[in-house]
């Protein structure tokens, strides 16, 4: 049987506004809306950051709950992800929500590093800093994904962060599971370009699941790479806000369905919400069965 690919869906993330996209989400109830038009469109998994009302990050973990209830009454089989990068705030309030919700997924940055936003038109940095993730953090991270059943999406800006999970799946703390998320086109981590992809590829260890997130409007390029080599992608308006044709996105929905249009053109196939459980083993726990 033909492998089948998953399709994420990152519906926010914690840098964009409204400024830059007016239909980016804030609200736990536009983020179950989202939610639901992304799954509508073919999406399985929706990578969510929680916001206040005004669009800023948010920690609390009433935001996260009632962002879990609003997603869940629209979407009772999805798999949800929940954001765990910070910058700047205790490492237990990164991972608190997921103590608490247990989801079926949590984002985990693999490592540290520069994390800028550069403009080269105006010659300076929008956003410079350090994004920390030491090993001692990062087994404080896993430990309680794996305390709460979450399964790690394992974010990898860099080729070197591949290689951190050595030491924790030697130590037993990465189920066989987890995800390989290949990040590229962050400013600090590696570029965004097919050569690249292609040596990411190369890394991950044989048997495991992968997928690529493309920041910005290369995410098609890369996505149709990814989807050559039998791997998986993510697109959404916290990546990318842009179509493939140059036009904005007025939805996630409208990002799902260009990454389905894409995958099909190329010949490959769309897991649905449960082959996705099947495929990462992944049981539905806090939903309703369909």
């Not at 705030?89 to 936003?117: L, Q, T």
């Not at 309680?144 to 591949?162: R, W, Y």
């Amino acid at each position: 049987m033909k492998k089948k690919l998953v399709l994420s869906c990152a519906l926010t993330g914690a840098a964009t506004n409204r400024q830059q996209c007016p239909y980016i989400p804030y609200t736990p109830q536009e983020l179950g809306e989202e939610a639901k038009r992304a799954e509508d469109a073919g999406a399985s998994i929706v990578h969510i950051h929680a916001r206040e009302d005004n669009g800023q990050p948010s920690w609390r973990l009433e935001v996260f709950e009632q962002i879990h209830e609003e997603v869940r009454k629209r979407c009772p089989n999805i798999i949800i992800n929940y954001s765990t990068g910070a910058i700047g705030i205790p490492k237990e309030d990164r991972i608190r929500h997921v103590s608490a919700i247990k989801p079926d997924m949590a984002a985990f940055n693999m490592g540290s590093m520069n994390y800028a936003i550069y403009s080269k038109k105006a010659k300076k940095f929008y956003w410079n800093t350090v994004f920390a993730n030491p090993f001692d953090e990062m087994m404080f991270y896993v430990q309680k994904m794996n305390e709460a059943g979450t399964i790690p999406e394992m974010e990898c800006f860099d080729t070197g962060h591949i290689r951190n999970a050595e030491p924790l799946r030697d130590m037993g703390l990465i189920p066989d599971n987890a995800v390989y998320s290949l990040v590229m086109g962050v400013m600090g981590g590696i570029p965004a370009t097919t050569e690249n992809l292609m040596h990411q590829i190369k890394q991950v260890p044989e048997g495991n699941h992968w997928q690529v997130i493309g920041i910005s409007r290369k995410q098609w390029q890369l996505a149709a790479v990814a989807i050559t080599m039998g791997g998986s992608f993510r697109v959404g308006l916290e990546d990318n806000f842009y179509l493939p044709n140059g036009e904005m996105a007025k939805s996630n929905g409208e990002c799902v369905e260009a990454g389905v249009t894409l995958a099909h053109m190329l010949g490959a196939e769309i897991a649905s919400i449960e082959e996705t459980r099947q495929m990462l083993n992944i049981p539905l726990t806090d939903g309703v069965s369909a």
